[in-house]
């Protein structure tokens, strides 16, 4: 039976080796558009932020410390996740794709599983975020945002789950119009449940935001799944994605069986190893609170920009990883080399135009979120920093994409607990709180951080990738 794979080129273990020009044609033709849908993910959050920063710092202040925790632990699930399109390109490089039906169904338990537990944390952070040494009305205020966020995180895992395996058996279009819509509505409904229009009142400000967001993600999956179903209708169900009931029982009752075991271990420490880095800002959010509302503010704005640019690396991530994937499936060492590499250095070169518009126009960056002085000053000195480490920031993202296409994770996960929780967070308490540098020395913090962690991914995969046999 013929069935379609996300390479167009040969798969198995007999495949030809590739040249570089062609696995950089390849990493481009398949980042692209995961790349815009991860960057359209971010999006949601930017027009949040932007939104709920006109009605008011304050409110921004809520936004940012509610939604610290939630991204965090999100990001962690969504590393995790990754381990969808990894063993699923691994089963389509070597021949088998009817194994990945399995994998689609364990990430789906994962999503369910993973989302109810981070709605249940979500009603516990006001007493965190109190116990932290946060204020208490901001505390409440941000809880309820946190609240908010949570009912629409399993929504968001489910879509990331079945959007990672369409983009693994080569439809990665579907993810990427189906967050355009979710964007497009965003707007409105942030203007509906934020700012209050069309109705009487002020609107809900960061929770309304937050609420409807929350909403348009349970819509997307909803969405993908209906698509990805009537794709495998088409193609005679070649991945076996349409499962019987007692299949989705047994995916429930065997979660720990040994190809899920797989994944539990590829998995867990990829998301770990996300989070890691992603829990290292969130406490650089805490310290900012510490500091005052502005500069909280004005930090919710440095990442909320700096975010955009990193989950453009985190699309070029994945299809690095799933190009890595395929040639670790059929066993092509020059080709994982290739693949790699030529995925990091694509990274490197995208963030430049960035790079220089934070260092030459940070105030009018910053204007997008707030017309508040006390903030616009602090986020254009954070914006110009956070400028210094962009490129480092993005290839570090796809380094790390790059190991998990190999199944190499725990290695990678002590390297970002190294450069960012026993470096990066302790620098910016010292600039930030010590010296009294404020929201400017929290971003130096991350600077350091974001270099270390780079260096050792870089230096991890060289020795990685050359030990694949083949």
Known sequence: MSYPVAETEQTGPTAIQQPTARHFLRTAELAWPIATARTLIVIVFVMDTVMTGWSGAEQLAYLGLGMAPQITLMLVAIGALQAVPVLTAQAVGAGNPERAGDVLRTGFVLSALLGALFLAAAYLSEHFYVAIGQDPDLSRQAAYVNQAF?????????????????????????????????????VPLNGLLALGWWIPGDGYGAVGATAGSSLLRWLSFFVCLIVLVQLSRRTDDCYRVIATSKEWFTAFRDIVRPENRRMLRIGLPMGLAQGVESAAFAAIVFLAGLVGSTALAAHQITMNTVSLVFMVAVGIASATAIRVGNAFGRQSRPDVIRAGWTGIGLSAAFPVLVTVSF???????????????ATLAVAIETLRIAALVLILDAAMAVALGALRGLGDVWIPLGLQISAFWLIGVPTAWYFGLHLEMGAPGL???IAVGVTLSFFALALRWAQASRRVTG
């Not at 995180?153 to 489910?158: A, E, S």
């Not at 260092?359 to 002085?373: E, F, S, V, W």
């Open 150 to 186: 949570a009912w629409g995180m399993i929504g968001m895992l489910l879509f990331v789950a079945v959007n990672t395996f369409l983009e693994a058996i080569g439809h990665p279009r579907v993810g990427l119009y189906v967050l355009i819509g979710l964007n497009i509505l965003n």
């Open 359 to 373: 260092l030459t126009i940070p105030g009018a960056i910053a204007g997008i979120y707030t017309d508040d002085p």
């Open 443 to 445: 971003v130096i913090g």
